[in-house]
């Protein structure tokens, strides 16, 4: 789970739009949160994941679905207000279904720092705080065949590359061909993008990088060899942006 960065709520969602459609919610039940401005902008926000469990959004039948932060059952009023509206995963919204936010709150994942209440240990989150504890307990972010398996898979594809790269660095010498630095610098930058908000499941590939000795080796290697370039550090803030501690 990492922070969506806030976007504006879609124009179309006026406070004239947003009457209208609670009252015809409220007097027919009417699925008024799904219109495609709604669905689209949830999307760009999430990068097209679940903003809890990180899965891709439309990959493995995992489609999207509002999600309604404090439920509907409880706050019809807030059934449209933008702030209120997440986009989620099949699998997390059934899970979250009508628990109660305002009673028990957990990780809000735009207006919360996730890092701040959850770690990765073992490929499993962890609680720092009562927010945590709450999240990972209502949304199930511990499912081991459906979370868990996959970022033990993801993590450990990323630490045999890594490993891989450190070698092909390593084996390189000090003045190798433009085309084994192309072939390195291109590998790592593949390796980070999985841990860019952008990629599924990117705060374990993030935590699972930025834990690695294998990471860093190479980065001072390729600093060594004026191989580390703009891209690179810009890649590495996006990670760091995502990764979670591995400690308390």
């Given at each position: 789970?990492?922070?969506?960065?806030?976007?504006?709520?879609?124009?179309?969602?006026?406070?004239?739009?947003?009457?209208?459609?609670?009252?015809?919610?409220?007097?027919?039940?009417?699925?008024?949160?799904?219109?495609?401005?709604?669905?689209?902008?949830?999307?760009?926000?999430?990068?097209?994941?679940?903003?809890?469990?990180?899965?891709?959004?439309?990959?493995?039948?995992?489609?999207?679905?509002?999600?309604?932060?404090?439920?509907?059952?409880?706050?019809?009023?807030?059934?449209?207000?933008?702030?209120?509206?997440?986009?989620?995963?099949?699998?997390?919204?059934?899970?979250?279904?009508?628990?109660?936010?305002?009673?028990?709150?957990?990780?809000?994942?735009?207006?919360?720092?996730?890092?701040?209440?959850?770690?990765?240990?073992?490929?499993?989150?962890?609680?720092?705080?009562?927010?945590?504890?709450?999240?990972?307990?209502?949304?199930?972010?511990?499912?081991?065949?459906?979370?868990?398996?996959?970022?033990?898979?993801?993590?450990?594809?990323?630490?045999?590359?890594?490993?891989?790269?450190?070698?092909?660095?390593?084996?390189?010498?000090?003045?190798?061909?433009?085309k084994q630095r192309n072939k390195?610098?291109g590998k790592l930058t593949v390796?980070?993008?999985?841990?860019?908000?952008?990629?599924?499941?990117?705060?374990?590939?993030?935590?699972?990088?930025?834990?690695?000795?294998?990471?860093?080796?190479?980065?001072?290697?390729?600093?060594?060899?004026?191989?580390?370039?703009?891209?690179?550090?810009?890649?590495?803030?996006?990670?760091?942006?995502?990764?979670?501690?591995?400690?308390?």
């Amino acid at each position: 789970m990492i922070r969506l960065l806030t976007i504006p709520s879609p124009a179309e969602l006026t406070d004239e739009v947003v009457q209208k459609l609670t009252s015809s919610y409220k007097t027919t039940g009417t699925e008024v949160w799904q219109q495609p401005y709604i669905r689209k902008a949830l999307l760009e926000m999430s990068a097209g994941k679940c903003c809890y469990c990180e899965t891709k959004l439309g990959e493995e039948s995992k489609y999207l679905e509002v999600e309604h932060f404090h439920p509907k059952k409880y706050y019809p009023d807030e059934v449209v207000t933008w702030e209120n509206l997440l986009p989620v995963c099949k699998r997390c919204n059934a899970h979250k279904s009508s628990h109660n936010t305002k009673r028990e709150p957990i990780i809000h994942p735009v207006t919360d720092e996730p890092k701040t209440h959850l770690r990765l240990t073992n490929y499993f989150l962890k609680a720092n705080t009562p927010l945590g504890k709450t999240i990972i307990e209502v949304v199930c972010l511990n499912d081991i065949n459906r979370l868990v398996t996959p970022r033990f898979q993801l993590g450990s594809q990323i630490i045999r590359e890594l490993e891989e790269l450190l070698d092909m660095v390593t084996d390189c010498g000090h003045y190798p061909a433009v085309k084994q630095r192309n072939k390195v610098v291109g590998k790592l930058t593949v390796l980070l993008s999985l841990g860019t908000r952008f990629a599924k499941y990117s705060a374990t590939a993030a935590t699972i990088i930025l834990g690695e000795d294998s990471y860093h080796q190479t980065k001072q290697l390729l600093l060594k060899n004026n191989w580390w370039n703009e891209e690179l550090t810009q890649l590495e803030k996006e990670v760091e942006f995502c990764a979670l501690s591995t400690t308390k």
